[in-house]
DNA sequence: CACTCTCTCAACCGTATGGTTGACAATCCT
DNA sequence: AGGATTGTCAACCATACGGTTGAGAGAGTG
């Protein structure tokens, strides 16, 4: 894989997020990995579209694709959203009070 | 404004996050409110490039501009960036163990 | 009033997105 | 081997992005 810059990779994966089939498709994805045709059955669209998506996600890191064969599943790979949240993360002052962060805490320790 | 459905948003934060001219916007932002010309300044750019990306900012309601007249100001609205955060946090534990659990704990909870 | 400064609107251009259809390669199952 | 299934490649299309230039509107200032 080539290395990219932080900013490169911040431009694919915010982009990646941008459309709500492909954030359905991460959704699906984070119940297991599943193949393309399993994973356009939902959406109204062809297989193919889906296949583009895939790309798409998989441009970002977002997804990998396991296997040779016939049987190619796709499996979520969210290491890159870590990226993503830790840039908004610099902002969170500006929306964020102590009872927000009081709240961040408990869902981040909560299990 | 309107009333928009909360994929519709997240579509558009993301969108608008997509680009580092407008991160960059936005960091620069937070410093401050800054008019459009100021705004333009650092980036090789003209100020109707600026302009328009200021629009689709506002647009994922990310900047609001303020007054009527000759100075209009931008100034940053981060709030719209706590859903983007939310959806991502919803696959941390992907990507998150304990440690990072305890870094963001200490992130938040650090000032 | 005239002029400058700031900003947006409009048109344009090259490229990318998001979707389609059709062809094809590759794998599995008889 | 033959055929069904699965997925990608390629071409196409309409629209959106990201930038430019040029024109023009509005507020401040001489």
Redesign the pocket.
């Known amino acids: 894989m080539v290395q990219l810059a932080a900013d490169d990779r911040l431009d694919e994966v915010f982009?990646a997020l941008?459309?709500r089939?492909r954030r359905a498709l991460l959704g699906r994805l984070a119940a297991g990995p599943a193949?393309?045709?399993e994973l356009a059955e939902p959406h109204g669209?062809?297989?193919?579209?889906i296949?583009?998506?895939?790309m798409?996600l998989e441009r970002a890191g977002l997804v990998q694709?396991e296997g040779?064969?016939?049987?190619?599943a796709c499996r979520l790979d969210a290491a890159p959203m870590a990226s993503a949240e830790a840039w908004i993360a610099g902002y969170r002052r500006f929306w964020s009070d102590k009872i927000d962060r009081l709240a961040a805490f408990v869902e981040t320790a909560g299990d």
Do not use: D, I, Q
């Not at 296949?51 to 895939?54: D, I, P």
């Open positions: 982009h941008a459309n089939t193949r393309v045709n669209m062809s297989v193919n579209a296949s583009k998506h895939l798409v694709r040779t064969g016939h049987v190619r």
